[in-house]
């Protein structure tokens, strides 16, 4: 299927947004998108990763080392509080722009 | 994460943060590539997709690096202050719980530094400071001298080192004097500055405005010009800018102003004492005079790579050449310079620097103490740190809290410390002998601020690192236990704080001995009975202009009619003149001839007094004794009966039999012919200072003084009155009283008796005030000192304490055992500071009054009032270690 190439500045909603559903380690985050936007989303994978470093200097995620089920090290990152609120304003401010956008493209000519 | 955990959490090393990351991206990867190979590719395949996916590993890596890197920087930043913020609320917690000690340990600092401070501030402002002359470091004095002393140099010799060009670049000459300046408002005498054309351009001294002196100038009968101070430009011209070529009232003449002199302008021979207002020209003789006046100064600045040794070594010759052409001249004259800074400032270095080892040595004692006393502290706040060893923080997280606690105490110690340096330079300054130079400049500058304040820090940390390693030493889990306790490092330092306080009583019982023996010889000065009555008396000097009285009845009918004028003032209960008062003035002495008395056999000197001259009125004014005969009366005149008055010490030592009232005698010097009668003889009185026996004197009346060519000595007398009330509400009206007999006539030097006294006394008063301070200050530091060990001695033995009161011992018996041992230190202290005392006693006996240096009250008061400070230190802890639970400290804290 054709993906549609990630929009600026949305990489951070789609991390909080996959976060908000528990920890999850970094290639568990890129697996939930995948799987949730069913792989619509071309995002190279790697570019995940600064962008968790960022969220995780600037408050909104907590980065922790711990096991995955096979025994396996990795770092599990983790919404705050900060972060949940920052999850919410976000996908509001979004839905807000995407539904006025919907109707500057659906709206006939004046 | 809980927000205990977080709170301890450090962060990372910088070599975790990369392997972190490396970590992070390896495991995507794998599991990436393993999701692929589970749909089917070749496990080779799978890697390769799965890195194309990724993208640049490389990049996307060292993007991370970097946000981590920055996140840790600031979190690192956020933690240094958490942790400051942290130990200041600790320090401040823990000074709140003991602010006894906290304010003993602040006001030993206070002292230390504000001693420190207030020293320094005259060390600088007298010593360091440079002279204020164009590079000091090539001016020399050129100073004459003989195998009796030094003296001055001629105008004969200034013209012959003129001639030096060899060695000298420049040399300006010059003497002080004094001028009366009429004309403008109140007619006034001023010091004046007599210089030749050199003497301020050698100086490198420019006036502000205007110029100096040409050679022309400088000549007899020249143009006559003058400078003027700043200080006389800015009080008495109104500091007006057109005061260049303005007439000045000078003697009687009319002079022309040339030039206003900068603020600080001085020459050597200014440093001290009242300043010159004016500057004229030193005129020299073309022609000297051969009789060889020595009276000049004389500074040159010497050519540039000349030595010292060289210029001494030419400077020999030249002094050989004059002994041979200058027949007045001794034949061991020679020829010294000397760098002017140690000419102006040499003979107080010594002292100064004294002062300064001193209060240096007193800071340095009060760092120990407050070491000390914050190590007692730290054993008993042992538990305290071990809990919070336990919570995570390291040894030197501790430490860091105790140099936290010490910089607090330093920066409050320094503040205080600088009010108190402020209080005691200001009285230092009020006492300091009046002839410590540049003293009037002295005031707490921003370099001195800069010194206290590193002061301050530097002993912070001096006595802050002690504790500190204290902790660091003793945190952790053995402290909880209670062990580490008489360990043998724990002794030696206990030893050490032992030594320290010994040596501090045997310092403070020396120190309290020296001060005891000067209070008892100031006690003994202010007492000593001068001869005349100092309270209520106001005191001037009167010159009269020769031009306008020249001849003795001129004089002297002045004087009467000033003292008749005086008489009517309200307020004055009577007046009187003399030519040189007593504490004031010297008189110089003059061999006489007594009439019926055998010729001087061999080698026997002339009878001799001081020579004074008194008006009528003098010695009731002054209300000296009668002790024979009468006083002055307004009859003794030029056409009655040469009469004469001696005091006592004259009579009992030319008269020791009596008879001295009636007896005729004569001036041995070929200039008085007249046989004067002998008709008063009146108390002693103590002319040179109240330490010195009554010197041999004689009195003329007034107007029956010899001529002789020294005119001024009638002219110029000084003025007593004797008040009814406050003697300075006198001072206006008898200005007005003289002004009324000759407007012209200028008053100087007025001051009441009790300020002259006061001057005498100034050396003795800064000894009493600067020995009393240290001694002070010892009594503190041992107070400080003894508590801070017993304090420590009571926390060590805490257990054994409890052991002996569980087996039945009582607690007075407790009291006894920690009273005992300090009591036993200080009676070894006081022994070693009693030899201490006699030696420094031994030392001060030179300059004691009527004081044996082994004075026995002091030798008996001082030791017993150190014990009983030494008591009253133990005293707390004490209590505190008879007051032990034995069930506490028997459990083991």
């Given amino acids: ?110 | 994460m809980g927000p205990l955990r977080r709170l301890f959490r450090l962060a990372p090393r910088p070599e975790t943060i990369v392997a972190d990351i490396d970590e992070e991206i390896t495991l995507h990867l794998e599991l990436r590539a393993a999701e692929l190979e589970a749909q089917g590719r070749s496990p080779a395949d799978a890697r390769a997709e799965a890195e194309r996916l990724f993208g640049e590993v490389r990049t996307h890596r060292g993007s991370c690096v970097t946000i981590d890197q920055e996140r840790i920087t600031s979190m690192r930043r956020a933690d240094a202050f958490d942790a400051l913020r942290q130990d200041l609320g600790f320090a401040l917690r823990a000074s709140r719980r003991r602010p006894l000690f906290t304010a003993a340990a602040i006001a030993i600092l206070a002292l230390g530094i504000g001693a420190n401070t207030a020293v320094f501030s005259i060390v600088h402002g007298v010593l360091l400071r440079p002279l204020p002359f164009e590079e000091p470091g090539r001016l020399v004095m050129v100073r004459n001298g003989d195998s009796r002393g030094e003296f001055q140099v001629s105008e004969l010799e200034r013209m012959r080192y003129r001639q030096e060009t060899g060695l000298f670049e420049r040399i300006g000459t010059w003497y002080f004097g004094t001028l009366t300046i009429s004309g403008t408002g109140d007619t006034e005498r001023v010091r004046t500055l007599f210089a030749d054309a050199d003497a301020l351009p050698v100086a490198g001294i420019r006036p502000v405005l205007g110029r100096t002196f040409t050679p022309e100038e400088d000549v007899p009968g020249g143009e006559p010009v003058v400078l003027v101070s700043h200080n006389y430009w800015r009080t008495r011209l109104g500091a007006r800018q057109d005061v260049v070529g303005q007439p000045l009232t000078v003697d009687g003449a009319t002079a022309t102003i040339i030039g206003v002199l900068p603020p600080d302008a001085r020459l050597p021979g200014d440093f001290t004492g009242a300043r010159a207002e004016l500057v004229a020209p030193l005129s020299p003789d073309p022609v000297p005079d051969p009789r060889n006046f020595h009276f000049l100064s004389a500074m040159a600045r010497l050519r540039p790579g000349a030595t010292l040794e060289a210029v001494n070594a030419r400077l020999g010759v030249v002094a050989r050449e004059l002994v041979e052409t200058v027949p007045p001249l001794p034949d061991d004259f020679r020829i010294t310079v000397v760098p002017v800074t140690q000419a102006v400032l040499g003979q107080y270095r010594p002292a100064v620097l004294m002062l300064l080892w001193a209060v240096g040595l007193l800071l340095l004692l009060a760092c120990a103490n407050v070491a000390g006393l914050l190590l007692a502290q730290a054993e008993s706040r042992r538990r305290e740190f071990a809990v919070r060893a336990a919570l995570g923080a390291g040894p030197g997280r501790l430490a860091r809290q105790m140099v936290t606690e010490s910089l607090i105490l330093g920066g409050l110690g320094g503040l205080a410390g600088l009010l108190v340096g402020y209080g005691a330079l200001r009285g230092l300054l009020a006492v300091s002998p009046p002839g410590l130079p540049r003293v009037d400049q002295v005031s707490l500058e921003p370099v001195v601020l800069v010194f206290a304040v590193s002061a301050s820090l530097l002993t912070a940390l001096l006595f802050g690192l002690a504790p500190a390693a204290a902790v660091r030493r003793g945190s952790g889990v053995s402290s909880l236990r209670g062990e580490g306790r008489g360990s043998t490092v724990g002794r030696e330092r206990h030893l050490v704080r032992r030594g320290l306080v010994f040596a501090e009583i045997a310092l403070a019982v020396t120190l309290a001995a020296g001060a005891g023996l000067v209070v008892r010889t100031w006690l003994n000065v202010v007492k000593t009975d001068p001869g005349f009555e100092v309270e209520r008396r106001l005191t001037f000097q009167l010159s009269l202009p020769a031009a306008r009285y020249e001849t003795r009845e001129a004089r002297w009918q002045f004087y009467q009619a000033l003292t008749i004028e005086l008489g009517g003032v309200p307020g004055v209960r009577a007046a009187g003149a003399v030519s040189a008062l007593p504490l004031a003035q010297e008189a110089g002495d003059w061999g006489f001839l007594i009439e019926g008395r055998p010729p001087l056999r061999e080698g026997e000197r002339n009878p001799f007094a001081d020579r004074i001259v008194v008006t009528p009125g003098y010695f009731e004014a002054m209300r000296v004794r009668l002790v024979e005969g009468r006083l002055p009366t307004p009859a003794d005149d030029a056409t009655r009966e040469p009469v004469i008055l001696i005091n006592e010490a004259t009579a009992r030592r030319y008269w020791p039999e009596g008879g001295a009232l009636g007896a005729r005698i004569r001036l041995s010097s070929n200039v008085d012919t007249v046989w004067r009668r002998v008709v008063g003889i009146v108390g002693d009185v103590r002319s040179r200072g109240l330490e010195e026996a009554a010197r041999q004197e004689f009195y003329f009346p007034h107007a029956q003084y010899p001529t002789n060519p020294s005119q001024n000595a009638m002219g110029t007398l000084s003025v007593v009155v004797h008040a009814a009330g406050d003697p300075e509400a006198l001072t206006g009206p008898v200005r007005e009283a003289v002004r009324r007999l000759d407007a012209d006539v200028p008053l100087s030097q007025v001051r009441t008796m009790d300020a002259v006294l006061d001057t005498t006394l100034s050396v003795r008063r800064l000894q009493l005030l600067l020995l009393g301070f240290f001694a002070l200050s010892g009594l503190v530091l041992v107070a400080a000192g003894v508590y801070g060990v017993v304090a420590f001695l009571v926390s060590e033995r805490a257990r054994e304490f409890g052991v002996r009161l569980a087996l039945g011992a009582d607690r007075g018996g407790i009291l006894r055992l920690v009273l005992g041992d300090s009591v036993r230190l200080a009676v070894i202290g006081v022994t070693a500071g009693l030899g201490g005392a006699l030696v420094l006693g031994r030392l001060l006996q030179s300059v004691l009054f009527g004081v044996r240096f082994a004075d026995p009250v002091v030798l008996s008061v001082v030791p017993l009032v150190v014990l009983v400070v030494v008591t009253a230190a133990t005293v707390g802890p004490a209590l505190r270690a008879a007051r032990t639970d034995p069930g506490m400290t028997l459990k083991g804290e």
Avoid: F
């Fill in chain 1, 1 to 110: 299927m054709t993906q549609v190439d990630l929009l600026q500045g949305t990489l951070d909603l789609l991390l909080l947004k996959a976060l908000s559903w528990g920890p999850m380690h970094g290639y568990e985050i890129n697996r939930w998108i995948r799987d949730t936007t069913g792989e619509a989303l071309a995002i190279e994978e790697g570019a995940l990763y600064p962008a968790l470093h960022r969220l995780e200097a600037r408050g909104w995620v907590e980065a922790e080392w711990g096991l995955t089920d096979r025994n396996r090290r990795a770092k599990y990152y983790r919404l705050t509080r900060a972060g949940r609120d920052q999850c919410r304003r976000e996908a509001t401010a979004w839905t807000r722009y995407a539904g006025v956008m919907a109707r500057v493209i659906e709206a006939g000519r004046a």
